[in-house]
């Protein structure tokens, strides 16, 4: 379910749904303008507690933008990448960086020629984590 969770301007008060806090069965991705903390060189994070356990993330939109100016790749499709990277820290839990794939902390060329060709994808094992996650989730 996407929602458009912005506010109109004058309103305290977002929609319901907006406001309504997320468990392990409902995951939240935010979409922001930018970090102040963070350079333009991260396009997200995943906010997780010490278990690892976490249900919601940000993606840093203008660090997507300013990839995309550096490489030939729709925003569209540098955007669901990113969204999809930082669910599997939603799922994969902490330290789920990998040497590739989509979890590769740092994508540069061989990755984002990859993801031009849809090719950027989860490991065999993250899979593996992952439906094990999902299966394990209260429905």
């Not at 940000?58 to 930082?86: M, Q």
Request: glycine share 8%; net charge neutral; with cysteine.
């Amino acid at each position: 379910m996407w929602l458009d969770c912005s506010r109109p301007e004058g309103e305290s008060m977002g929609r319901p749904a907006c406001r309504t806090p997320m468990n392990r069965s409902h995951l939240a991705v935010r979409i922001v303008p930018w970090s102040s903390k963070s350079g333009d060189a991260v396009f997200g994070i995943a906010f997780l507690s010490s278990d690892g356990e976490g249900a919601y993330s940000d993606v840093f939109y203008d660090s997507v933008k300013k990839l995309h100016e550096e490489w030939p790749t729709r925003t569209p499709i540098l955007l669901g990448h990113v969204i999809a990277h930082e669910i599997g820290h939603l799922l994969l839990g902490t330290n789920a960086h990998s040497w590739m794939g989509i979890m590769r902390s740092q994508w540069q060329g061989e990755e984002l020629q990859s993801i031009a060709m849809g090719k950027l994808l989860f490991t065999p094992p993250q899979i593996e984590s992952l439906k094990a996650r999902l299966s394990a989730s209260p429905r």
